[in-house]
């Protein structure tokens, strides 16, 4: 199972996760994502989809 993480320094609120993925992403205040579900366990296929799908490599995931 993996963790979703945001680098908020990379992250340019072009909101490509929050589309695709609305059950793990928001826009924060700072215009920026962030996870909402990080406690939610994601198989290891599927956390590589979502930071695949990041154009600038943004999100990463890390082994529970």
Excluded: R
Excluded at 19 to 43: C, H, R, T, W
């Amino acid at each position: 199972m993996a963790i979703l993480k945001v680098d908020k320094n990379k992250c340019i609120g072009c909101g490509t996760c929050v589309s695709l993925y609305p059950d793990f992403f928001e826009m924060g205040a700072d215009g920026k994502a962030q996870v909402i579900n990080s406690i939610k366990d994601i198989d290891k296929s599927k956390a590589e989809e979502i930071v695949a799908s990041c154009p600038m490599g943004a999100i990463t995931s890390s082994q529970k």
